[in-house]
């Protein structure tokens, strides 16, 4: 790729890979067909679809439409050789327990952005009852029956937050949470269950009661943008001149602490009926920033802004609070002449030199998009290697920027 002097047209926001994953999951916990639209062409969608096909599920995903068949579901272990793939696959845990009261899943795999242990989610289900054993990388659970508990997460974990109420959904009883994470995606998994005929109290809460039911109904649901990939697309277009249009945004409630951020970067936002017109001078105003559990700046958008505050004169920092190691795109910056140092979970980056482009190596998902963003701003080319990490959260980041007048291309 090239140094992109000026950016002009129009991105196709996808759907949310955050989103869908806990919802393919959460198919299990009924018996019939459910269709979900607007389903992103990713890796990380196409291995959950694998592994729901090891429990005899039917899976068909054409033109951004899944259709999920459980009718004929049975339990079966799932390989590690496919939850290694996917970090994500560790949310199949809560709804298989729910619906056979037995699980046996290996250990999750995914992007190597720091320390991301499951015990919340294991935790909590030893609350509901279940029998948990590791043995040779391999979660091995049991139960009699789950039984209805109140537990506290000592951390507000999405992903153990959306484990939970899926499992819930098998309990005996009532299941309090408290200390949950109040993320878009757990209010819409949750308005995706209370579809199928759960029930649950205090959606967008910190609190979540759940009753445990014994039948739920399969049903479609029409999946939202992708707030990630929207944000990264509107930082981008701090560091470089633009004019384009961000397609498919109806809502911009779930993006509000995005939006703000490329404001003060340099970014003016106008919502129309359907899309985002984003426009900037292409010269970054630099600040310091910290990312935090949601509604605050999103940690997965922190790689995103180290790049982009490159383009700002003087000193920016940026302070990660919500993992304990995710500055491993500093290094690969800096084979861009890039000057940044780490401070602890500190990144304090000296912008406003020349980057030179380089041949850089993505290490996981959203690094990966930030180094791309990073080449806009290089002279000269810039090659990106192990792009499978970025081809598991973006359908086609080439496409998109090519569409906006960038030379870019796959190799």
């Known amino acids: 790729m090239k140094k992109a002097d000026f950016l002009k047209g129009n991105i196709e926001i996808q759907g949310s890979k955050n989103t869908v994953l806990p919802i393919i999951a959460a198919t299990l916990l009924g018996s019939g067909i459910s269709v979900i639209y607007n389903c992103p062409m990713i890796e990380d969608v196409f291995v959950m679809c694998e592994l ?11 033109n951004h439409v899944l259709t999920v068949d459980t009718r004929e579901a049975d339990y079966a272990p799932l390989p590690s050789e496919l939850t290694g793939k996917l970090r994500s696959s560790v949310l199949l845990l809560g709804p298989i327990l729910a619906r056979w009261k037995k699980a046996e899943i290996g250990m999750p795999g995914g992007c190597a952005i720091g320390l991301r242990p499951v015990d919340i989610h294991l ?20 139960t009699y029956y789950m039984q209805g508990t109140e537990y506290h997460l000592k951390f507000p974990s999405v992903g153990a937050t959306e484990n939970l109420i899926m499992a819930a959904m098998g309990v005996k009883g009532r299941t309090i949470l408290r200390g949950v994470a109040k993320e878009p995606e757990i209010i ?21 009661v759940i009753k445990g039911t014994a039948a739920l109904e399969s049903c479609d649901y029409c999946n939202v943008y992708d707030r990630i990939v929207a944000g990264t697309y509107l930082l981008m277009a701090a560091a470089v001149p633009s004019d384009i249009r961000l ?17 003060l970067l340099g970014v003016t936002v106008v919502k129309f009926e359907n899309y985002l017109s984003v426009q900037s001078s292409g010269k970054v105003t630099g600040g310091d920033y910290i990312t935090g559990i949601y509604p605050e700046f999103p940690t997965d958008l922190q790689p995103v802004l180290i790049s982009v505050l490159l383009g700002a004169e003087g000193h920016s920092s940026v302070t990660e609070t919500v993992f304990d190691n995710r500055f491993g795109i500093v290094g690969e910056l800096q084979k861009l002449e890039a000057d940044i140092e780490v401070l602890g979970q500190k990144a304090v980056i000296h912008g406003g030199k020349r980057l030179q482009g380089h041949t850089v190596k993505a290490k996981d998902l959203r690094q990966g998009a930030a180094l791309v963003v990073a080449g806009l701003m290089c002279k000269g080319y810039t090659t990106i290697t192990n792009i499978s990490y970025i081809k598991r959260g973006y359908e086609d980041i080439v496409r998109d920027l090519q569409n906006v007048g960038v030379k870019i291309t796959y190799i």
Do not use: R
């Open 247 to 263: 397609i498919g945004i109806e809502d911009i409630h779930y993006i509000k602490n995005i939006i703000h951020v490329a404001g």
């Open 123 to 142: 935790e909590g289900l030893m609350k509901m009852n279940v029998d948990i054993k590791l043995h040779h990388d391999v979660l091995m659970c049991e």
């Open 188 to 208: 819409e998994l949750c308005n995706y269950l209370l579809s199928m005929g759960a029930l649950i109290e205090g959606i967008g809460t910190d609190v979540l």
């Open 52 to 62: 729901l096909e090891c429990l005899n599920v039917k899976t068909k995903l054409e």
